[in-house]
């Protein structure tokens, strides 16, 4: 059974760091992109940022770039998301994904296959 499981949320005030975790299980993801995802409450889930499966490319969005670093261990089959300077409008429940059908680097929600289970992030202004 696939499993991703996301760790290393909490709560944090504005301008500190957080750094997510995503452990997969149950399969290996070294071929394919991986993906954070977040989704605030009452707004639509977000792409934030997407590594290639050597990580050769990453790609963020404009609202966290600079911010926010993603990476990947593929010996430990880990997905990293490392959120410096946080701000209060970053306060969202964050998920990884994995896109195990697609080339590249997908940005779209429908593009991934599977998700973990969230991780909330609060930050206090």
């Known amino acids: 059974q696939v499993q991703l499981v996301e760790s290393g949320g909490g709560l944090v005030q504005a301008g500190g760091s957080l750094r997510l975790s995503c452990a997969a299980s149950?399969?290996?993801?070294?071929?394919?992109?991986k993906g954070w995802f977040r989704q605030a409450p009452g707004k639509e889930r977000e792409f934030v940022a997407v590594i290639s499966w050597n990580g050769g490319r990453t790609y963020y969005a404009d609202s966290v770039k600079g911010r926010f670093t993603i990476s990947r261990d593929n010996a430990k089959n880990t997905l990293y998301l490392q959120m410096n300077s946080l701000k209060p409008e970053d306060t969202a429940v964050y998920y990884c994904?994995?896109?195990?059908?697609?080339?590249?680097?997908?940005?779209?929600?429908?593009?991934?296959?599977?998700w973990g289970q969230g991780t909330q992030v609060a930050v206090s202004s």
């Open positions: 149950g399969r290996t993801f070294s071929m394919f992109a």
């Open positions: 994904a994995v896109a195990a059908t697609q080339v590249g680097v997908p940005m779209a929600i429908d593009e991934y296959d599977y």
